[in-house]
């Protein structure tokens, strides 16, 4: 496969704008964009392997719990006055996921192709709303 193939499979483009200058949270967010890539190629392949995918969906679950809980002691740690909010933010998404992983171990449901969308769309509204507000806020306490 191509250069040009792999880039039209990727549906999370990451961006130079989406970087936060925070190391670790920004390698964080581009371990997600790859692991929505990686189950978005799998859906085009029009791949029936709804364990696969559910794996990559799963490893895209412990992902995010692993970077929430570093932005929320980040958070915690200075005293964040949305921390809540945003915390709230981060328990959607993982109920989210974990409702669709739910739903594919009954075997009740089809995998929704549209899920890579919702997640990239998610990300990339979180990373330049909340967690740039977050990080602005870190700069201030002169902590990035």
């Known amino acids: 496969m191509g250069l040009m193939e792999r880039e039209v499979m990727a549906i999370a483009q990451w961006r130079d704008e989406y970087c936060t200058g925070y190391e670790i949270i ?7 964009f790859k692991i929505v890539n990686q189950i978005h190629a799998e859906i085009l392949k029009n791949s029936q392997n709804q ?4 794996t990559q969906l799963e490893a895209f679950h412990q992902q995010a719990i692993e970077h ?4 929320e002691s980040l958070m915690l740690e200075q005293d964040y006055f949305n921390y809540e909010i945003h915390r709230q933010i ?13 739903k594919l171990d009954q075997g009740t449901e089809a995998f929704p192709h549209k899920v890579t969308s919702v997640l990239t769309d998610w990300m990339i509204h979180h990373i330049r709303g909340e967690d740039q507000q977050m990080i602005q806020f870190f700069r201030a306490k002169n902590i990035v």
């Open 26 to 32: 920004d390698i964080q967010h581009q371990t997600l």
């Open 51 to 54: 364990a696969l995918i559910r």
């Open 68 to 71: 929430f809980d570093l932005e």
């Open 90 to 102: 981060h328990k959607a998404l993982c109920a989210k996921v974990k409702s669709l992983l739910n």
